[in-house]
């Protein structure tokens, strides 16, 4: 840690400790342990073959849910460090956020989820949390990476009030909890969160862009978007194509990351909050001034309406879809050698595990050696 800690931030010194107890570490704090152990793990690595908008194969230039989660990151620990909170707990979370994205991405979840209807359902928040508590085998003593409680509640963006509660029987007052007590985590949980959101709006932006599948005159049609291309004009008249892209998502990444630096800083003076116990009771800290939200908003809404249901991407996730599915009966019907399945795991849940930690182009040809008659034929991107 190289900046002073504001008396909200987590502090390491002050950990709600891991599920199985360990020496501390000689020379890290616990949450840079923690950061160290989920990037050594087999899920990290698995990152940079998963797909955020775009199929890993659909071009080597577009953002993947690894590439994805250094940025979230690298937001994350810049804001960190402005207000005081604990960067190497932001990188920890960051890094860990979505390490159970299915192959695919949504698509992926959402055929998954679809295949587990009556078997407790797949969801990838949690099933984050299951890599780094269970499905990780690295270390003797336990299975998973026994992170910290402050790092696992972070992953745990989301959860249903249902899963919530099969969470806090296995682990009283874990991190189920704030699902049921309605309390909020940590502020650098709940920066990950937000970081989350300004990384892939600007990135599909840009990889959307770059694409080819939405244009620079449809994202100007965006007030958020417009704004920051506009100043980018004022500045270099004479500035198009990719450069401005890059400089207008530029200086609308700096406006948002200074933007929840100020809001926050005047929500928690208006909260009145002392100490990091009192965090869980105020709500909702970090965030965007209210314009912002607004216009952070639009540019989702505007983002799901032209690139995440263009007919080119949906194409690609209705296969990615099939996949999936196919994969999921056939191991169900017949489980392959290389699944492991766990004591008290249904043999759905086992299949499930296996799918989610598969990377794209690993289900692409699974599925065609047993014969799946897809061929994934890339989208006609001009990527690059
Ligand atoms: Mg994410």
Same mark, same amino acid.
């Given at each position: 840690?190289?900046?002073?800690?504001?008396?909200?931030?987590?502090? %390491?010194?002050?950990?709600?400790?891991?599920? @199985?107890?360990?020496?501390?570490?000689?020379?890290?704090?616990?949450?840079?342990?923690?950061?160290?152990?989920?990037?050594?793990?087999?899920?990290?690595?698995?990152?940079?073959?998963?797909?955020?908008?775009?199929?890993?194969?659909? /071009?080597?230039?577009?953002?993947?849910?690894?590439?994805?989660?250094?940025?979230?990151?690298?937001?994350?620990?810049?804001?960190?460090?402005?207000?005081?909170?604990?960067?190497?707990?932001?990188?920890?979370?960051?890094?860990?956020?979505?390490?159970? =994205?299915?192959?695919?991405?949504?698509?992926?979840?959402?055929?998954? +989820?679809?295949?587990?209807?009556?078997?407790? /359902?797949?969801? =990838?928040?949690?099933?984050?949390?299951?890599?780094?508590?269970?499905?990780?085998?690295?270390?003797?003593?336990?299975?998973?990476?026994?992170?910290?409680?402050?790092?696992?509640?972070?992953?745990?963006?989301?959860?249903?009030?249902? +899963?919530?509660?099969?969470?806090?029987?296995?682990?009283?007052?874990?991190?189920?909890?704030?699902?049921?007590?309605?309390?909020?985590?940590?502020?650098?949980?709940?920066?990950?969160?937000?970081?989350?959101?300004?990384?892939?709006?600007?990135?599909?932006?840009?990889?959307?862009?770059?694409?080819?599948?939405?244009?620079?005159?449809?994202?100007?049609?965006? %007030?958020?978007?417009?704004?920051?291309?506009?100043?980018?004009?004022?500045?270099?008249?004479?500035?198009? /194509?990719?450069?401005?892209?890059?400089?207008?998502?530029?200086?609308?990444?700096?406006?948002?990351?200074?933007?929840?630096?100020?809001?926050?800083?005047?929500?928690?003076?208006?909260?009145?909050?002392? +100490?990091?116990?009192?965090?869980?009771?105020?709500?909702?800290?970090?965030? @965007?001034?209210?314009?912002?939200?607004?216009?952070?908003?639009?540019?989702?809404?505007?983002?799901?309406?032209?690139?995440?249901?263009?007919?080119?991407?949906?194409?690609?996730?209705?296969?990615?879809?099939?996949?999936?599915?196919?994969? @999921?009966?056939?191991?169900?019907?017949?489980? %392959?050698?290389?699944?492991?399945?766990?004591?008290?795991?249904?043999?759905?849940?086992?299949?499930?595990?296996?799918?989610? /930690?598969?990377?794209?182009?690993?289900?692409?040809?699974?599925?065609?050696?047993?014969?799946?008659?897809?061929?994934?034929?890339?989208?006609?991107?001009?990527?690059?």
């Amino acid at each position: 840690m190289n900046h002073a800690l504001h008396p909200l931030a987590s502090d %390491p010194r002050h950990t709600r400790g891991r599920r @199985f107890a360990e020496a501390p570490a000689p020379t890290r704090s616990d949450f840079q342990r923690d950061r160290d152990r989920i990037v050594h793990s087999t899920a990290f690595r698995r990152l940079v073959y998963k797909t955020q908008v775009f199929l890993n194969h659909e /071009g080597d230039l577009f953002r993947t849910r690894l590439t994805h989660s250094l940025e979230v990151a690298q937001l994350g620990r810049s804001i960190a460090r402005s207000l005081g909170l604990c960067e190497d707990l932001v990188e920890a979370i960051a890094l860990a956020h979505d390490l159970g =994205h299915t192959p695919f991405g949504h698509a992926g979840q959402d055929a998954l +989820h679809a295949c587990m209807q009556g078997h407790g /359902g797949f969801e =990838h928040n949690l099933q984050s949390l299951r890599v780094v508590d269970v499905l990780e085998e690295r270390y003797p003593a336990f299975d998973g990476l026994n992170l910290c409680f402050e790092t696992r509640e972070g992953i745990l963006k989301h959860c249903s009030r249902a +899963h919530a509660q099969v969470l806090e029987l296995a682990e009283p007052g874990g991190v189920g909890q704030r699902f049921l007590a309605g309390t909020a985590p940590s502020l650098e949980a709940q920066l990950c969160n937000l970081a989350d959101e300004i990384a892939y709006n600007a990135h599909d932006v840009d990889d959307g862009v770059r694409s080819g599948l939405i244009t620079l005159e449809q994202v100007a049609s965006v %007030p958020l978007f417009d704004r920051f291309m506009r100043e980018a004009l004022a500045a270099h008249p004479r500035l198009q /194509g990719r450069r401005l892209l890059f400089e207008s998502i530029r200086l609308m990444l700096s406006a948002q990351v200074y933007d929840v630096i100020d809001a926050t800083r005047a929500a928690v003076l208006a909260a009145g909050v002392q +100490h990091r116990d009192e965090v869980a009771g105020a709500g909702v800290l970090v965030r @965007f001034s209210a314009g912002m939200r607004a216009e952070s908003t639009e540019l989702k809404r505007f983002l799901f309406q032209n690139l995440y249901r263009h007919p080119q991407v949906e194409q690609s996730m209705d296969d990615a879809r099939q996949v999936v599915r196919e994969l @999921f009966a056939a191991y169900v019907a017949e489980p %392959p050698a290389a699944l492991s399945r766990r004591d008290g795991d249904t043999a759905e849940r086992a299949v499930a595990d296996y799918i989610a /930690g598969m990377t794209d182009r690993y289900a692409i040809s699974a599925h065609q050696q047993m014969g799946g008659q897809l061929r994934f034929e890339p989208a006609a991107v001009t990527g690059g």
